[in-house]
């Protein structure tokens, strides 16, 4: 650069910061030495302003501009080159401050419009973007305030929350419920994860993203944040899964796959009626992680609907007395003369015995032999609170004295004293008082009862030393009675009385025994601990709860199993790709105790390398959502709806 | 080690643990999307703290007699940041175009922001390469001065070649045609996209006139056409100068209009999300 063309006498002071510049140069004349001052008005009117030294003006025109003019300045000190004023135009600098200024506030201006003019207007400046459908439904009726509080406050209000935490999630969980605290993770506390930092909705969704936005979508690394073992993808490094995946625990149905299969399906007699293939007895319809099985009635009832009316309950049996402590005299006066009696009766009258003699003869004092050399029922035991094989002859006796008077109403009283609430009419449903009474009339003679007819109908019915319940051929296989009785017998787990308690276990081990339970209820019910020190009975299909966290879409996985259709009994493809029999399991005695954890199924457990034959790199997506959920038993609050309407 | 040497070791130092902190923060900005801890949160404060500090480069160059750094480093550091910003945009937002009207007007701005600023970066690094090519420097202000002496001289030149030859041919020429191009800065399209048209034209103008004339009246053609093309050098200068300077007047507005918008956002956010 020449430095030499910037000198004072022929370079002028530019000035690009001040906010004009002369307009004569703006129009491409020749602008003036001076330029325009600070408020923009024209300075170069004239060529110079002379100054006065001494009692004289000397002109001052710049050396660039031509140095001192010959003129001079005029007597008044005028300059002599006099020109019209100029208009001064903005510089650029002072033009771009201008409308940067002008921008500013024009947004300042237009929020202050919007929020002002109408609330739709005021919500365009407000909110992020339009809600999810199902939101934006939702809260159409109260607006923003649905969700944000401090939309509703009034203007200082509205500018202190700026300062506040506005808890979001208390809001979400007025609509929003969960089977646990919403604010713990997966809204459950457990001994691996203890209570931590709470968590929000908002850590994981986000709302004002769209009508369409999927709020549900949540990434890896949302898992990755709590979980401590990293799971960057399944198929790299997510954790084996336990020896027995996926069967925790046992099945509330015992249905032995091997036996059916290797064996029963087999059978030449029952061919025909065994099921074509899986879905013949599992309920493939709206299945998703568990696949039901389907009714007794529907898969079982083709070979084992006799079963049930097999399985009698011996309610009462006539034990061996060593004597009989019953008067006979009243006995014969409640109940009437024995076949027996009658007969001998009948002879007796042939000679000249008055009715005195008669009944002499019939209560004649022999030698007493017990018809029974039965033990009493373990249900009379439990009842009664005797050892059945040496029970008391007296309370016995009595006992059956009892019946005598009342029917079956002394065996109500002790059930629902040992139940502790009335449930003998549900347990005792269609026991006759008569049946009783002779059965008992018939034991108070020390005789055999003769029923009158075969029981083929089932029901109740006495049979020599016993009073006996059948569960009657009926078209359902649930029998009400039968149901009862087991119920009872599950809850006499809990009896508190120490002298009972074996007399309990017993009754137990016969009502609900699996060979001789009543109506086979555990033949294929499992009786299982109910964690509260008692015992359940297994009646329905029970969804697995030692995993909600996890899923399986068993639809989805059938498809691709076969796509030409599911043709689950193939041994290579359908169920049995991951459902392997495992025909070493002990599955039989898995359901001899109460511990449904105590389990070896009859399928081998599920590997994770069997999943990650399809879910692994390059393959079927493995995200943590596939096969996880976070929140327990999300639902619902009914107040959503009022709030929409 | 010369003085100019250290200055470049310092520049790419300064660059280079700037644009590491850039890598760093956004990788960990990309990772954590979806973790817990709302890091739009981060993203966003860390934007906003950005944006002023970018801004700063304005007041950098209005306290120049200041001693905070050389300008370049200031230029280098609001370029950088600037693709920080753009950067950490689509991070925080997760997406290209957001779906409410502040929002899109706020990622309009964004958008406009960025583009102009790239632009001015482009034609800062290529227009003044292109002006020394022209083998004249001349301050944009004294750009109208320059042209007024030009215009009389070229006045003079007419009139000295009227007086010198005796006719008026050349005169005329100037006032029928050449007067117009001398009058103010011209082609400017064609200096933007360096057609060279202002060349073309003068050149076209004298070849027009120049079988009129007698010798005299050449040389004093010859003078003009002289003159024309070094006016047409100094039009080049003023349509790169412009450039370089009225990019500006779309740039700065716009991010001021960004500031005033990420001010009433943060504000909103602080009031119904958090």
């Not at chain 1, 200082?156 to 604010?183: K, N, Q, S």
């Not at chain 2, 583009?115 to 001015?120: C, K």
């Not at chain 2, 004298?206 to 100094?234: C, G, M, P, W």
Request: overall charge negative.
């Amino acid at each position: 650069m020449d430095p030499e063309k910037f000198r004072h006498d022929v370079s002028r002071y530019e000035r690009p910061t001040e906010r004009y510049r002369c307009g004569r140069g703006a129009e491409w004349r020749d602008p003036c030495a001076f330029g325009p001052n600070a408020k923009g008005q024209c300075g170069g009117t004239s060529d110079c302003r002379p100054a006065k030294v001494g009692d004289r003006y000397e002109c001052r025109r710049p050396a660039f501009a031509g140095g001192p003019c010959a003129e001079g300045p005029k007597p008044d000190g005028a300059c002599a080159h006099q020109r019209p004023p100029c208009r001064p135009r903005r510089t650029i600098r002072s033009l771009r401050g201008l409308i940067a200024l002008s921008a500013f506030t024009l947004v300042i201006a237009i929020i202050a419009t919007f929020l002002t003019v109408s609330q739709s207007s005021s919500r365009a400046v407000l909110s992020a973007g339009p809600l999810t459908g199902g939101h934006a439904n939702f809260t159409a009726k109260s607006g923003c305030v649905a969700c944000h509080e401090p939309h509703g406050a009034d203007t200082g209000g509205w500018a202190l929350a700026a300062f506040r935490e506005d808890d979001l999630t208390a809001r979400c969980i007025t609509c929003h419920t969960f089977g646990g605290d919403p604010r713990l993770g997966h809204n459950a506390a457990s001994d691996r994860s203890p209570r931590g930092r709470e968590v929000q909705c908002t850590d994981c969704h986000t709302e004002h993203k769209g009508e369409t936005f999927d709020i549900v979508k949540v990434g890896d690394e949302a898992c990755n944040a709590c979980h401590k073992q990293r799971v960057d993808s399944f198929g790299e490094n997510h954790a084996a899964f336990k020896p027995s995946f996926p069967h925790d625990r046992r099945t509330s149905i015992m249905f032995d796959h091997v036996s059916h299969m290797a064996k029963h399906f087999a059978d030449e007699r029952v061919k025909t009626l065994a099921p074509a293939n899986c879905a013949s007895c599992h309920e493939m319809q709206g299945a998703e992680t568990f696949v039901r099985p389907k009714s007794f009635d529907e898969s079982c009832v083709g070979c084992h609907a006799d079963v049930i009316a097999t399985r009698e309950l011996v309610l009462l049996r006539l034990p061996e007395f060593s004597e009989s402590l019953l008067d006979k005299e009243r006995v014969m006066e409640v109940c009437g003369p024995t076949l027996e009696q009658w007969q001998m009766m009948m002879e007796s009258m042939s000679g000249d015995s008055d009715m005195a003699t008669m009944r002499g003869m019939m209560t004649e004092e022999t030698e007493y032999e017990s018809v029974s050399s039965e033990e009493a029922s373990a249900i009379s035991a439990y009842l009664l609170g005797m050892p059945p094989d040496d029970p008391d002859d007296l309370t016995m006796q009595g006992f059956v004295w009892g019946l005598i008077l009342e029917g079956e109403a002394p065996i109500a009283e002790l059930i629902d004293a040992r139940a502790g609430r009335k449930v003998s009419d549900r347990l005792l449903a269609g026991l006759n008082p008569e049946l009783v009474r002779r059965v008992a009339c018939a034991w108070a003679a020390n005789i055999e009862y003769q029923p009158p007819n075969d029981p083929e109908f089932g029901g109740w019915y006495g049979d020599g030393l016993e009073l006996k319940y059948r569960p009657p051929r009926a078209n359902s296989h649930v029998d009400s009675v039968a149901y009862e009785w087991a119920l009872f017998a599950a809850a006499s787990a809990k009896e508190g009385d120490e002298a009972l308690i074996d007399f309990a276990a017993d009754m137990r081990n016969v009502v609900l025994g699996r060979t001789e339970g009543v109506g086979a209820c555990t033949k294929c019910h499992a009786v299982s601990n109910d964690g509260e020190g008692g015992l359940t009975v297994e009646w329905r299909y029970a969804e697995a709860q030692s995993r909600p966290f996890t899923g399986f879409n068993h639809p989805r996985h059938l498809t691709l199993v076969d796509p030409e259709g599911v043709n689950l009994m193939n041994p290579d493809a359908g169920c049995r790709t991951c459902h392997k029999l495992n025909e070493a399991a002990q599955y039989q005695a898995s359901f001899d105790g109460h511990d449904p954890h105590h389990f070896e199924s009859n399928f081998s457990a599920i590997s994770k390398e069997t999943c990650a034959q399809c879910h692994n790199a390059g393959q079927v997506k493995q995200d943590c959502k596939t096969c996880h959920n976070y929140h327990l038993e999300p639902g619902f609050d009914l107040r959503m709806m009022s709030d929409a309407k | 080690m010369t003085g100019e040497r250290a200055i470049t070791i310092r520049y790419m130092v300064v660059l280079g643990i700037f644009a590491a902190a850039i890598v760093a923060f956004t990788l960990h900005a990309i990772e954590t999307p979806n973790q817990l801890g709302r890091p739009e949160f981060l993203t966003g404060y860390v934007m906003f703290g950005l944006m002023l500090g970018v801004a700063l480069l304005n007041a950098r160059k209005r306290l120049s007699m200041v001693p905070v750094g050389r300008a370049a480093y200031w230029l280098a550091l609001h370029v950088l940041g600037g693709f920080l910003i753009i950067g950490l945009y689509f991070v925080h937002t997760q997406r290209i175009w957001p779906q409410g009207g502040f929002e899109r007007a706020f990622a309009m701005l964004v958008y406009l922001v960025t583009a102009s600023g790239i632009y001015g970066y482009v034609i800062q690094r290529f227009i003044p390469r292109r002006l020394t090519t022209s083998g004249i420097e001349i301050i944009y202000e004294r750009i109208p001065a320059e042209l007024a002496r030009i215009r009389r001289e070229a006045e003079e030149i007419a009139l000295a070649c009227t007086k010198e030859a005796g006719t008026d041919t050349l005169a005329r020429h100037y006032l029928e045609s050449l007067s117009w191009y001398f009058r103010r800065p011209r082609f400017f399209l064609g200096h933007v996209f360096a057609l060279e048209s202002g060349e073309h034209w003068v050149r076209f103008q004298v070849q027009t006139i120049e079988r009129y004339l007698s010798e005299a009246e050449r040389r004093h053609l010859a003078k003009l056409e002289a003159l024309a093309l070094y006016k047409d050098r100094i039009d080049f200068h003023f349509v790169g100068q412009s450039l370089l300077k009225y990019w500006l007047l779309v740039h700065v507005p716009l991010a001021t209009a960004l500031l005033a918008m990420m001010f009433w956002h943060i504000i909103v956010i602080n009031v119904y999300a958090l």
